[in-house]
């Protein structure tokens, strides 16, 4: 049984309300297969001990799970775990794929890591992660196809010194990066910042995702944040839309 009580002892420190903690907290057990789907939680009672909270603050957070669709309540029988998730949420992000098919469908994407290197972050980088001195960080380039079709590349960079223990080989890098942050470090991406181009696309791009010049590739560039509010992570995503689109989901 998931331990909770050290998780939902820090919401003091990250500002959250404590249903909030609680949701999230929830949320991972489900989504990293400590609770699957069908499974009956325990009661209000049992799971206010387990989080070391009140009772209210349990119906709260399973309400707004229930009315989310990630849990179902029954009669007779409890809270019990759906398995249905929407697809873009922030707090599955870990799962989140930004190009869909054509027809709307959700990809699922494998990753090949091109490069690994650990430097000094650029200006540009220091400005986006909020550093005030030259920092070390760890950068990676990664390639993303769909049904063996090359669809993304991008450039990933993180602050080295949050990652003690970060693979040093480009071929230990998980492919579900933030579920290895959050497992790993205990850094949950609770916010995204994305600026969106189409550009040109250069000889890279080209090589990279079969393309003919000239042609035109669609850029994300992002800036993730972590529980705090600190931002962890930049990225730059270069994409083509031949046979996908970028699907953007508020909720």
């Known amino acids: 049984m998931p331990n909770f009580l050290a998780d939902t002892s820090r919401a003091a420190e990250f500002s959250l309300p404590l249903y909030e903690v609680v949701k999230r907290q929830i949320t991972e057990a489900i989504m990293m297969g400590k609770w699957p789907a069908g499974t009956v939680l325990p009661s209000e009672i049992a799971l206010s ?100 079709i090359p669809v993304m590349h991008e450039i990933i960079t993180l602050r080295a010194h949050l990652l003690p223990g970060f693979p040093e080989k480009k071929e230990d890098i998980p492919a579900l990066l933030y579920l290895f942050l959050l497992d790993r470090y205990g850094i949950r991406i609770s916010a995204v910042r994305e600026q969106i181009a189409a550009t040109l696309a250069t000889e890279d791009d080209a090589r990279l995702l079969k393309l003919t010049l000239p042609d035109a590739v669609l850029t994300i560039d992002e800036v993730s944040y972590d529980q705090s509010a600190a931002p962890v992570l930049v990225a730059r995503h270069r994409a083509t839309t031949r046979s996908h689109r970028y699907v953007h989901e508020v909720q």
């Open 49 to 148: 001990q387990m989080f070391g909270v009140a009772v209210g603050t349990i119906r709260r957070a399973l309400a707004d799970l229930t009315n989310e669709g990630l849990l179902s309540r029954r009669r007779k029988t409890g809270t019990v775990v759906t398995g249905r998730t929407p697809q873009h949420s922030l707090r599955f992000f870990f799962q989140y794929f930004r190009l869909h098919g054509l027809d709307g469908s959700l990809q699922n994407s494998t990753s090949e890591i091109l490069s690994l290197e650990k430097r000094q972050a650029s200006r540009d980088e220091s400005a986006s992660l909020q550093l005030e001195s030259p920092t070390e960080v760890i950068s990676f380039h990664r390639l993303r196809s769909v049904g063996g």
